[in-house]
Nanobody
Framework: QVQLVESGGGLVQAGGSLRLSCAASGRTFSGYAMGWFRQAPGKEREFVAAISWSGGNTYYADSVKGRFTISRDNAKNTVYLQMNSLKPEDTAVYYC????????????????????WGQGTQVTVSS
């Protein structure tokens, strides 16, 4: 069983920054890709960013490219999402997720391929 615990959410003004963290336990962290997804009220969960098991490859949704950065520290079993130049449309609950398959060669942006999810952290961006 894998436990994922997100932290770092909050209320920020447009143009501000937040750094989300996701601490993992219960499984070897370093062998699995990790992803960040978000869900706004009344909308479906959407992909935000993902990072390969080694950290060598990262992927971003077009809406956050150039503003968000995903990274991981395998020694600390933690994945991060640095969010800069935040916009009101970034307001959502943000979830981290762990891939179900180890050492996946092509990182997935589809929620169904992630089998463990955190409880989510709220990010609210005011205009």
């Amino acid at each position: 069983q894998v436990q994922l615990v997100e932290s770092g959410g909050g209320l920020v003004q447009a143009g501000g920054s937040l750094r989300l963290s996701c601490a993992a336990s219960g499984r070897t962290f370093s062998g699995y890709a990790m992803g960040w997804f978000r869900q706004a009220p009344g909308k479906e969960r959407e992909f935000v960013a993902a990072i390969s098991w080694s950290g060598g490859n990262t992927y971003y949704a077009d809406s956050v490219k150039g503003r968000f950065t995903i990274s991981r520290d395998n020694a600390k079993n933690t994945v991060y999402l640095q969010m800069n130049s935040l916009k009101p449309e970034d307001t959502a609950v943000y979830y981290c997720a762990a891939d179900q398959m180890p050492f996946r060669r092509v990182v997935s942006t589809t929620p169904v391929t992630y089998d463990y999810w955190g409880q989510g952290t709220q990010v609210t961006v005011s205009s």
